[in-house]
């Protein structure tokens, strides 16, 4: 199936502000014990978090490692005005993070060299790596900001930082599906330095999941485009652009695009890592 070329891409971001007083307050916001979800329309300004060394900046936090929540990442959208940014983002030396755009131009810095990402624009940044954010342009910018505690392996090394655009990337057809569903990988996934997956992950009109995916992977979905009814342990969700899902591990999942245009997420997932056993001492191993 052909690609389409990036002006016939959209990228949803949320633009803040606050419901009138008149509008009614029902909406399709989700919380339960297997999964979330998280709709655009809860996306306002009242709900934004500022962060530390950020100029210019509000974020929406959209995961955070939590009890009964994720686990094992956390992920907000950053929206930096005109002359924001950072020189110390990452607070944590331990961490790795993605960055996709989803509106403007971001300037990032990483070992020294600028990188001007626009939208459909992906950045790995492995753990202690030397990075900085700016705007410099006329209006915000707005990105994914995906983190996680990076899990070294001996006689591993970490994976190389690295700066793309998804349209340099063809998507990979699932097998049998005539295009219908693909998926855009930034990384081998044979590559065990890495622990963690970002993917956009994209449904033609009448794709699908055809069974209930039920896996140990965490996921976090945003819709960068489209609507679909979406399969969420025992129930099914309409969701649509800007929306985001939570999956906990073994959060049975299945999806339909009905249409009219494709449906595209931006995917997280923890990957090939042992499963931490976390034994009580004195029982052969330590707590973790």
């Known amino acids: 199936m052909k690609e389409r070329p990036l002006a016939e891409r959209s990228y949803y971001a949320p633009q803040g502000g606050l419901p009138k007083q008149t509008e009614l307050m029902t909406d399709r916001a989700v919380f ?8 655009r329309g809860t996306m ?12 210019g900046t509000r974020a929406w936090v959209l995961a955070r490692p939590l009890s009964g929540f994720a686990e094992t990442f956390s992920q907000c959208i950053v929206e930096v005005a005109p002359g924001g940014g950072s020189d110390r983002p990452e607070p944590d030396a331990g961490a790795e993070a993605v960055i996709f755009v989803v509106e403007g131009q971001l300037t990032l810095t990483l070992d020294g060299t600028e990188h001007v990402m626009e939208p459909g624009g992906y950045a790995y940044l492995p753990p202690a790596s030397d990075w900085k954010a700016q705007n410099r342009g006329d209006s915000a910018v707005r ?5 996680k505690a990076y899990e070294p392996v001996d006689g591993l090394a970490a994976p190389e930082a690295f700066v793309t655009n998804e349209t ?15 998926t855009t990988r930034f990384v081998d996934p044979t590559d065990m330095r890495h622990d963690m997956h970002v993917t956009i992950v994209t449904f033609q009109p009448g794709g699908l999941i055809p069974f209930a995916e039920t896996h140990v992977m965490e996921h976090g979905l945003y819709v960068l485009e489209g609507k679909a009814v979406y399969r969420l342990n025992r129930d099914w969700v309409e969701v649509q652009a800007g929306d985001f ?7 049975p999942q299945a999806c339909y695009a009905g249409g009219p245009g494709p449906f595209r997420y931006l995917l997280y997932k923890d990957v090939n890592r042992h499963a931490r056993l976390g034994l009580p001492d004195g029982l052969g191993g330590q707590r973790r």
């Open 168 to 182: 340099a990337i063809p998507p990979t057809p699932m097998p049998d599906t005539d295009g219908a569903w693909a």
């Open 44 to 55: 306002r300004d009242i709900v934004t978090s500022y962060l530390p060394f950020w100029n």
């Open 143 to 147: 990105f994914h900001w995906i983190r």
């Open 245 to 251: 899902m939570w999956l906990r591990a073994f959060c």
């Open 32 to 39: 339960t014990e297997a999964y979330a979800v998280i709709p």
